[in-house]
């Protein structure tokens, strides 16, 4: 028997679980066989594999190594020692390290005195606690680690926490001295970057540039975009104050952006009608564009940024256009977005989210979508044909009708994710609408609904049969009696089906509840698993069952935790991309859902 076969027997089983197809590897070379294993392990498994045997050892540590994350539950002071060591003992771990992820957010509560556990304390306690393990992680990092990763190329830093204005991370300043030049990959985020000049200069290969949550000076901006004009592909800017209270493009960059495919401009970020105009010009081969979060007058300007893009043929040839709003009447702006949609040349757009978030209104202040909007989507026939990802969020009155979706049917039958906020089903009759319309996309795999409550006690009926694999499933409780008659009747008519989830709230509040939340595994196009996702996304623990971990942030700083410290891929963030859709989080701003 070959080798690599002998080594294959030695994988546990519980590994041979997560590849997914065991059987094809057999066809492969030895190398491409372990190579087939190992990228589709998480890291706890990784470990688990690369002592198997020394072939599988050597791809596997590659994957382990590649990536080095520090985050809530990887950077106490016992694991950043251990790190160290490892990479101060072992060069060659060290060179295979090619992305940094600091991140200092706290995505659980936490508590400085364990004879305090109650919810209040925990939100008093945050901010000392992020402090502790921000200022734990660039201490460790850069006094041991950053000098011998000489192969760097990403570098992501999310500090957790205000920084001071004025204020730099030590460690940014010897990041752009050891690595500025070979970096292409860098995110910075809770960190004041305004009077950081020299720095920048450092800065000259980059292909994505994110900035989050920051201020920097328009002309340090303007200049860091000039050095890497020629690279860059990826401009994230999300929430950044242009210092002193200047717009972002003051000083417009000289240069043209021949590779900037992606612009993602979030949040309150203050800008100015031509010389945005200027900068869009000025890139050629941009496919994506993200506008969102705006606020009032954030969204009366970027309507006139449209209009005089349009007006010189800009934006034409989107793939991807996401915008979102402050509320459902700022029709200026929504206007300029249908005109913009309406432009776009045939067979381009693929994905196409819009979002009118209407946190925190009365029901006196949302509006129905304009008749512009309603029509480039439900009455373009078939120019966007290509599009495969809709997100329509538009928390008016009632949502969209059922018919409306039917329609939509028709005018992207190959959409593989669709998330609406659609009327809530009334009876049986409601359901089967809704299923027959959902069924005209062919394609699709990821379906998200949100509907408003209802005060009224429809009944609806109950499935004939539910598929054996939804038989110890939990569907839906007492305020969603529809789901196992929906659930059925979808399974039965969508063959391609992999993600649902439904969730119920009032269009002028955000609430936590219990909702369905469902993922189908399929082989050979038959469903083998459902897995009910709803605890695991959405609930939060009872705190009378919470069970308390001690955590060592450094040699005299302890917190409690209520989750696990350990170093699994998904510690610490329970809201992972590719499995729940992010317009689908309800409770908290979408900033947070980033």
């Not at 010897?174 to 985020?189: D, F, I, P, S, T």
């Not at 009696?481 to 059925?488: R, T």
Request: aromatic share 8%.
């Amino acid at each position: 028997m070959p080798a690599h076969v002998v080594a294959f027997y030695r994988i546990p089983a519980e590994l041979w679980d997560k590849v997914l197809e065991p059987v094809r590897i057999y066809a492969l070379t030895r190398t491409q066989s372990y190579a087939c294993i190992v990228s589709q392990l998480d890291k706890s498994d990784l470990n688990t594999a690369s002592r198997i045997s020394r072939a599988i050892h050597d791809i596997a540590i590659i994957r382990l190594y590649r990536v080095m994350e520090l985050s809530l539950g990887k950077c106490s002071d016992r694991y950043i020692g251990n790190l160290s060591r490892t990479i101060t003992s072992r060069s060659n771990l060290a060179a295979l390290v090619k992305e940094v992820v600091l991140d200092g957010t706290l995505t659980c509560d936490v508590w400085l005195d364990p004879t305090r556990t109650d919810a209040s304390h925990a939100i008093s306690s945050r901010p000392t606690v992020q402090k502790w393990i921000s200022d734990r992680i660039q201490d460790g990092v850069s006094e041991n680690i950053l000098p011998l990763l000489v192969n760097l190329e990403t570098f992501k830093f999310i500090r957790g926490v205000g920084a001071a204005p004025g204020t730099v991370p030590p460690m940014f300043t010897m990041l752009g001295a050891l690595y500025g030049r070979q970096l292409k990959y860098l995110c910075l985020h809770d960190a004041s970057l305004s009077t950081n000049k020299t720095v920048f200069a450092f800065f000259t290969a980059l292909h994505t540039l994110d900035l989050g949550y920051s201020d920097i000076s328009h002309k340090e901006f303007a200049m860091l975009l000039d050095q890497n004009a020629k690279t860059l592909t990826i401009l994230k800017v999300l929430w950044v104050s242009a210092m002193p209270s200047n717009t972002l493009f003051k000083v417009a960059p000289t240069a043209t952006f021949p590779q900037l495919r992606e612009l993602h401009l979030t949040g309150k970020v203050k800008m100015g009608v031509e010389e945005t105009f200027i900068f869009l010009a000025n890139a050629p081969a941009l496919r994506r564009l993200v506008v969102d979060e705006l606020e009032n007058n954030g969204a009366n300007l970027w309507a006139d940024i449209l209009d005089r893009a349009m007006e010189a043929k800009l934006l034409t040839k989107l793939e991807h256009l996401f915008v979102g709003g402050p509320s459902t009447t700022q029709s200026k702006w929504w206007l300029a977005v249908a005109k913009l949609i309406d432009r776009i040349e045939e067979g381009c757009l693929k994905s196409l989210w819009i979002h009118a978030r209407q946190i925190n209104t009365t029901v006196g202040q949302v509006a129905e979508m304009p008749d512009e909007l309603k029509a480039v989507m439900l009455h373009h026939e078939g120019r966007h044909r290509a599009l495969r990802d809709l997100v329509v969020i538009w928390r008016a009155i009632r949502g969209f009708s059922f018919e409306t979706i039917r329609l939509l049917s028709l005018e992207f039958p190959d959409l593989e994710r669709l998330h609406l906020y659609v009327v809530h089903p009334s009876g049986g009759g409601d359901l089967d609408h809704l299923i027959s319309a959902i069924a005209g996309f062919t394609s699709l795999r990821r379906l998200h609904l949100i509907c408003p409550k209802s005060a009224r006690n429809a009944t609806y009926p109950v499935p004939d049969a539910l598929h054996p694999a939804l038989k110890d499933i939990s569907l839906a409780g007492p305020d969603y009696p529809f789901v196992p008659y929906f659930v059925a009747g979808l399974l039965d008519k969508c063959p391609h089906i992999s993600t649902v989830s439904w969730i119920r709230h009032e269009p002028w509040s955000e609430e936590h509840e219990n909702c369905l939340f469902l993922r189908i595994d399929r082989e050979g196009g038959e469903i083998v698993r459902c897995e009910s996702l709803t605890k695991q996304h959405f609930c939060i623990p009872n705190s009378a069952s919470r069970r308390l971990h001690s955590y060592d942030v450094n040699p005299t700083s302890r917190i409690l935790l209520d989750q696990r410290p350990n170093w699994a891929h998904l510690m610490g963030n329970p809201f992972v991309p590719g499995n729940v859709c992010q317009r689908a989080i309800i409770g908290q701003p979408v900033a947070a859902a980033q």
